[in-house]
C-alpha cells in the first residue's frame, strides 16, 4: 500500500476500526499520516483504546452512514462452533466482530452461530459532514470494514470521496446485510473510481479524477 499511495500520505481515515489491529498496522505503514478511526460498537471500542495509543490517531465513538444524527446499531454476539474457548480472550464480551447499521439477512443463514439479538443506538454521521469540517482537504486513503453498510459511506459522502485518492474496503455479491450494495453497485455510486486489485470479499480502487 505504502508504495501505491505514497509514504507521504496525510490523512487517512478507517471506517471500522473493530479492536485497531488494522489501525496499528495503517499508523506504521503511513509514518507521515494522520488517521482518523471510526468504530460503533462500545465493546471494541474498550479494546481499542487499550491497544492503541498513538498521538497521530483520533477514535471517534461513532458510525459513518448515510445519515446526521443516531441510527439503530445490529449488535453481533455467538461464536463459531468449538472457537469458544480459544476467543473468549479477545472477545471477552461475546463477538463484536460482525455488527452493522444494516440489518442481518442472508448472514444469519450463512453463518447462523453469528446472533444479532439486540440493537443499540449510536451516533452516526455522513461522511461529507464529517469531512467538511476535520478533513476538508485531500484524503489520501479510506479502509472501510462496514459489514455492509459501504452503500451508506458512497451515499453520505459524494464531496469527500471526490478528494479521496484511494479506497479499500469490502464487499459481497449476496446480501448479507439488507441493502448491503454488490460491487456493480459500489462503483455506480462511485463512478469516478476504478478496481485496482480484487480480492474474493474486498477491493482497492483508485479515484481516477485524482489519480492516473
Known sequence: LQNLI????????????????HTAALLRTFPRAHLYAFEPDPRAIAAHRR?????????????????NGRAEFHVS??????????????????WDQSGSLCAPKGHVKKFPW????????VEVRTLDAWASKHAPGTIDFIWADM??????????????????RFIYCEYSNEELYEGEPTLERLLELMPTFEIVHRLPDDVLLRNTALVG
Open 77 to 94: 454476539d455467538g461464536f463459531p462452533p468449538g472457537q469458544a474457548d480459544a476467543l473468549k480472550a479477545n472477545y471477552p464480551k461475546g
Open 51 to 67: 491497544l492503541v495509543k498513538d498521538a497521530r490517531l483520533t477514535l471517534y465513538e461513532m458510525a459513518i452512514g448515510d445519515t
Open 147 to 164: 459489514q455492509g453498510a459501504e452503500g451508506q459511506l458512497a451515499i453520505g459522502g459524494p464531496q469527500a470521496l471526490a478528494r479521496t
Open 114 to 121: 453469528c446472533k444479532f439479538k439486540r440493537t443499540i443506538s
Open 6 to 21: 505514497g509514504e507521504h500520505a496525510k490523512t487517512i481515515l478507517e471506517i471500522g476500526a473493530h479492536h485497531g489491529d
